[in-house]
């Protein structure tokens, strides 16, 4: 029997006629290349066949007797990479006033939903104001496919997929009003999307109730406004009135968090960056700790993979599959919202800050260059989950699952005058993770330029000036210090008839699992026992340190460093340790494979002045 | 309000375009008119409609022939799950909380709100013993319980993505997928939760596919 890429049973031609559409595909992407091209990136064979693309959609696929199999058929229709720029995303604008102005308590009569009063609004006094709306727009993400309707954040200046970076400072609180303006269900004709948001803060040392926490979602035609106060943690607590400076964070990533449709949402478009700058990391190159200045050598790419339906009217139209419980993956890669562009550089250090914003993709991310295929390209990590790391570390890859963040710098002056591709090299087939054990027969790094290649760097010849610190002398913040946990709890991710859920519990937004004691230390330990599965999982507020995985010390020089989301691998076990300072309330824990934190494979728990001392919650 | 008025907008401009009286129902004329058929089974609703609402004929507790898409699931908001009479595993829970939750969307289910749980072993699962479960639970009007043919219960399954990735586990009826689907067959929206949630939990998920308008 043939399937297609949606299940659908098709005739055995109509399958030989995908499989050509495929091939096609693959002659359509090479034709930018020229046949030497080809051939050293390995997608030709010496015989002139082109060699067989794997990656496609992650639909549910009959299988055989493995895990690791997928459905490889054609999915989306064909585009030539690299044809336009990659955007960059407006700097988000503040509003003089708001009107009616923000209130402690939830402005109920004036239509905002948030449901409890800000906890720091007083004391931490916005200086600049924002008024976002959720809005539907047209959009390209690529000239070769027809205009798509995305969801986008509007500041008042037009609405921008990803949505405006905020650029913010430290002791510098901001309000964001967050007004619905999506379209009705009834007006909604793209087959997904619920018009009802919760935007969140993704590591933001943000209260409870501007967090963004799943249920507090709220519908069209209503508002919300987020206090972000832009405070260290310790600020109310252990390092009062300033925070502890180790604590600081940098990128910050902002999404749509409405409970159970969070992957739909954030697939069409609500997603964007906020930036924290501060005396040491100051945008400006040459001072504080002197790295690439913002915003032209220091810049945001949002990463996303997204399916194109080939049968829509007209055809190629952004596709999201309701029905996958397991994780959805796209054929197309977008950065900053266009399919594979170019970016032009200048032969010198670039900060970049990467954001994987899902829903379900893995991505080991590598520079190729296309013409050296065997060559390795190093660069450096300079923050682990947008926080900057003790030192700098060389790498010649970096590993990111859905929501973890990374910043590193390239140094461009090695490649004047050469195209270098931004290569992600892991394989990854269906939900559950990237290809892992000895089960599979498949490879879980690809060979260089046999993965898919994100972006195109295209860089200048004439050289440049650049006052950017060298990052071996580099020296950041140190980790914060680890002090005796008050309680140690175990969370076990889990599946039991395909309901994703933690110590066999699901998400309810009525049931507090558990209490953390406001000001407290505690200790985290995550198991998977999912088998083959990999979970990234995100715990929200204050960043944790990964102590051990499977009783060692994380082998990865950059997981010492102060995380928020954690790649929960097959058959770990492992341990976090966390503070919760300056505030209180709910907040969740969950697996950011968007698609299970849909399925309920999260918890509620909060912050209280007491907790308690649930060990298995 | 707005939506609606656009809706209607659109079906008289529609009919208007079409010259049609618009007493006459518009399914009919979408036959007659292969051209505007196609491009409604290239909408969003018509290619969801195709791909994952397969209408296979089934059988429910009372004994009538039903339609999948055409009576269960179109113009309907829905819950989908699939169980067996004899499962002795998390089915008998999944039920009970569906009652429940049934008990508390209280007079909704069979005006607007629709419940159906189809049967994975449909040789076994015959309208008595379909009936004699549905009457162990107390469910009551509004809620279908089904079987039909092994080959289109299986496709069905597959269409609604009650899969496991992994075939081993596939095969093994005792391990099906045990979330229960709700949705808003016009307004496409769908979302899934555990049937083992909070029976209170999972009428509030149904009632989030209602239309806020």
Known sequence: MYRNVLGEKVSK?????????????????????????????????????????????ARRSPGSNSVCVTSFEPASPPTRPFLEPMPIMPIAQPVASLSPAPTVDPNTAAGEQRTRPHQALKLFPPKKLYQVSQRATQLSLHPELPLQTMWAF????????????????????????????????????????????????????????????????????????????????????????????????????????????????????????YLLFNHLDTGDETTGFRLPSFPEFDVPMMFADKLFDPESSPAGLLAFDLFSLDGVLGDKFLVNGKIQPFFKVKPRRYRFRWVNTGPSRFYEFFLTDPRNLSANNPFFVIANDGNLLPTPVQVESMRIGVAERTEVIIDFSKFAGKSIMLENRLNQVNGQGPVVGAECSLPEILPAGRGHQVLRFDVDSHPVKDESGEPQNMRFYDLPEIVEPRVTRTLRFDRLNGQWSINGQFIDCDTIRFAVEQNSAENWILENVTGDWTHPIHIHFEEHQIISRNFAPPALKVEHSRKDVTRLQPAERVQLFFRFRDFHGRYPLHCHNMVHEDHAMMGRWEIEPTGDNKVLP | MKGEAMQNLTRRNLLGLLRLAPAVPLAEHLLANPALAAETQTSARGLLQRRNFPNVKLQNQDGQEVRFYDDLIKDKIVTINFFYAKCEGICPTVTANLAKAQKILGDRVGKDIFMTSISLKPEHDTRAVLKEYADMFKARPGWSFLSGKPDDVEHLRRSLGFTNLDPRLDKDTSQHIGNVRMGNEPLMLWAACPGMARPEFIAKSILWMVRKG
Do not use: W
């Open chain 1, 154 to 273: 509007d500041d008042g200046t037009g609405p921008s997929f990803p949505g405006p970076t905020y650029v913010s400072r430290y002791g510098e609180a901001n309000l964001v009003r967050n007004i619905n303006q999506l379209p009705s269900e009834a007006n909604n004709k793209t087959g997904f999307g619920l018009p009802s948001v919760s935007t969140h803060l993704h590591n933001g040392h943000t209260p409870s109730e501007s967090d963004g926490f799943p249920c507090d979602f709220f519908e069209r035609g209503h508002f919300y406004d987020q206090h972000y106060p832009n405070v260290l943690a310790g600020i109310l607590s252990t390092h009062p009135g300033t925070g502890d400076i180790n604590e600081s964070l940098g990128t910050l990533f902002y999404h749509d968090h409405r409970l159970d449709h969070t992957a739909q949402n954030s697939y069409k478009g609500l997603v964007g960056t």
């Open chain 1, 13 to 57: 031609s109509r399958f030989r006629e995908m499989q050509n559409a495929a091939k096609n595909r693959r002659e359509l992407i090479a034709a930018g290349l020229g046949r030497r091209d080809l051939m050293k990136m390995g997608l030709l064979t010496a015989a002139g066949a082109l060699l067989p693309i794997k990656g496609l959609s």
